[in-house]
């Protein structure tokens, strides 16, 4: 199973609504999960189930989607959240892979 | 609070052996999956495979099966990936994290390895 990304960076400004898609190439239900990585620092997890939020993740953060389509949401970026974010798919059996990357730059 | 700790940065030859190691703490060690991931520099996230320390039920990603060995020693909780001939393009940061439900909930520090000659 492919995870495809997109965009692959993208530059906003603090308070913006910010959507990330994720695409897998065949359905995965809501096996997806959603990380936060910092330049640096191991890769964080931010939401599993597609949707359920990661306990102590501020609730500006989203996820919705399930089957093929995916999506993260920071409904108002802070000076914090500029990062790089993966997804990464955990359906029935592995390799349970990642998307490619998405660079979150402030403009 | 659950911790996974890594093992140290490496630099290594062409053609050396390596195994590197991730100790859990303050869980059940046995009971949950430990993954590796693989972090070229500049690039994103790759998944090497996982372990199931409670059985040794071990899973690899095709990219990397024949090229890694995942383990672990439930007895101290501690996972290892481990090379027979590591190659420059080895190079990169290893991360292990624990798989719980269906993400990977805690990460480990990372650890760099450097292969050059």
């Known amino acids: 199973i492919q995870l495809t990304q997109s965009p692959s960076s993208l530059s906003a400004s603090v308070g913006d609504r910010v959507t990330i898609t994720c695409r897998a190439s065949?359905?995965?239900?809501?096996?997806l999960a959603w990380y936060q990585q910092k330049p640096g620092k191991a890769p964080k997890l931010l939401i599993y189930a597609a949707s359920t939020l990661q306990s102590g993740v501020p609730s500006r953060f989203s996820g919705s989607g399930s089957g093929t389509d995916f999506t993260l949401t920071i409904s108002s970026l802070q000076p914090e959240d500029f990062a790089t974010y993966y997804c990464q798919h955990l359906n029935s059996y592995p390799p349970w892979t990642f998307g490619q990357g998405t660079k979150v730059e402030i403009k | 609070e659950v911790q996974l700790v890594q093992s140290g940065a490496e630099v290594k030859k062409p053609g050396e052996s390596l195994k590197i190691s991730c100790k859990g703490s303050e869980y059940s060690f046995t009971s949950y999956w430990i993954g590796w991931v693989r972090q070229m520099p500049g690039k994103g996230l790759e998944w090497m495979g996982i372990i199931y320390p409670g059985d040794s039920d071990t899973r690899y990603s095709p990219s990397f099966q024949g090229q890694v060995t995942i383990s672990a020693d439930k007895s101290i909780s501690t996972a290892y990936l481990q090379w027979s001939s590591l190659k420059a393009s080895d190079t990169a940061i290893y991360y292990c994290a624990r798989r719980s439900g269906n993400a990977g909930d805690y990460w480990g520090q990372g650890t760099l390895v450097t292969v050059s000659s």
């Open positions: 065949q359905g995965i239900s809501s096996y």
